[in-house]
């Protein structure tokens, strides 16, 4: 089989099941499996593909068909034009927490900063961040397991295993640090919402790394709080947070003694990210 007829096969079975990208990711899916760029299989598209080849690509057009997220499948997502890689265990980087990561090193940018990242997941924000921030180091730490090995996975991938240190933990369990600064990007979908959610989202990607609680604020709130402990005099505190949050959030971070300094809109005009410095 030639690869302009496996690409349209793969596209036609995407299509069929709903999937909008379908011409898109069959020809994703096809460079990752044969390691060539996009544009190179689509420019030899005449070319004959191996057996094996065929056989693996069509079972994960299977997959794709059931609405399994691109990134699990493929086990990579790019992020601050890194590589990172994924699987189920962990939420999937976002483009929106990107616009979280660059406000923060903006901020920070050739300080000798000691920050940590609360629920790391892929451990995406901390990486990028030191990535960029030469002089600073950080931990990051999740409740999930199997989230850390990912995370450590990426350090070292990144040659960032030196400055970045990731540990299954609770809120709770952080003692003894002080930081110059905290990130997070919270579970903060309301329960009764997550029904709502695309399939991809809703079936695949983990629900604690989603569900907020009622009123989608559980884990903020709680972020916030432990924040105003450990945190250094001065410190700052970058937050995601969802639709509609950034009323409610900015009270609460008011009322335990934080000064607003930044807001970021997201690429919908939706404010998607607050930065904050815990007063004297």
Known sequence: ?????LLNSGSKILKINKIQT?????EIMLSSLM???REQIIINSERKVSKNIVNVFNKLIVRRSTKEPLAYILKEKEFWSKNFFVNKNTLIPRPETELLCDAVIKKIKNK??????IGTGTGCILLSILSEVKKAKGIGIDISIKAIEVAKKNSKNLGLN?????FTKSLDDTHNN????????????KTGDIKNLSD???KFEPKIALDGGKDGLDVIKKVIYKSKIIL???GLLALEIGYGQHYKVSQILKKQGFKEELRVKDYRDNIRCILARLKN
């Open 232 to 234: 250094k005099k001065l």
């Open 22 to 26: 379908h011409q898109l990711d069959s």
């Open 35 to 37: 390691k060539k760029k």
């Open 112 to 117: 000798n900063s000691y920050i940590l990242d």
């Open 178 to 189: 002080k930081f110059d600064l905290i990130v997070s990007n919270p579970p903060y979908i």
């Open 1 to 5: 089989m030639i690869i302009s007829d």
């Open 162 to 166: 030196k400055r970045a240190k990731f």
């Open 200 to 202: 991809d989202v809703r």
